[in-house]
T-cell receptor
């Protein structure tokens, strides 16, 4: 069964600093991977997804993630944090071949300090 | 266009009561998912519909939980004899088709509180 581990339940960065949110997955088949963002009292919004095309995936709001099969990782990065990036971020893997349900990590709450 | 909508946004009920949570997916989306998000956790899968039928209900925690999608559009999640442990945010998502690469679009959720 697929699983996702997000290292660090809380990450704090200064405005303008690099954002790095870690995600490692476990999957018995080539995975589809997703990053979602959740702002307070809002639903989940897709940032980007990896579907076995290019390993470096660019998403919305300046975020990108790189699929590294050898490390079973899909870390999310942004070169320069903005105050508006403060939110909770979830990494997810798709359960291929079945219902295609998403299996989520526990999330990382990003704080951006002025 | 309109996104996924869920009603009510908040529901407070007493232990032992019955509740219904409604999801309106994006028009034309054939796949519909229910997830449950407890405090401090990521969403956990409950059930998946492809059209009118429940294709995977392996995430439903017990037989107090049931969901329907009679016309292949709106879905209702039903919880009988609610327990305090059922308190969570219930999220609905829809996608254009099934398939692991499809983007699931999420609604804002229904926050259920069982007193």
């Amino acid at each position: 069964a697929q699983s996702v581990t997000q290292l660090g339940s809380h990450v704090s960065v200064s405005e303008g600093a690099l954002v790095l949110l870690r995600c490692n997955y476990s999957s018995s088949v080539p995975p589809y991977l997703f990053w979602y963002v959740q702002y307070p009292n809002q639903g989940l919004q897709l940032l980007l997804k990896y579907t076995s095309a290019a390993t470096l995936v660019k998403g919305i709001n300046g975020f990108e993630a790189e699929f590294k099969k050898s490390e079973t990782s899909f870390h999310l990065t942004k070169p320069s944090a903005h105050m508006s990036d403060a939110a909770e971020y979830f990494c997810a893997v798709s359960d291929q071949g079945g219902s295609e349900k998403l299996v989520f990590g526990k999330g990382t709450k990003l704080t951006v300090n002025p | 266009g309109a996104g996924v909508s869920q009603t009510p946004s908040n529901k407070v009920t007493e232990k032992g009561k019955y509740v219904e949570l409604r999801c309106d997916p994006i028009s034309g989306h054939t796949a519909l998912y229910w997830y449950r998000q407890s405090l401090g956790q990521g969403p956990e899968f409950l059930i998946y519909f492809q059209g009118t039928g429940a294709a995977d209900d392996s995430g439903l925690p017990n037989d107090r939980f049931f969901a329907v999608r009679p016309e292949g559009s709106v879905s209702t999640l039903k919880i009988q004899r609610t327990e305090r442990g059922d308190s969570a945010v219930y999220l609905c998502a829809s996608s254009d088709t099934s398939g692991g690469a499809e983007t699931q679009y999420f609604g804002p959720g229904t926050r259920l509180t069982v007193l």
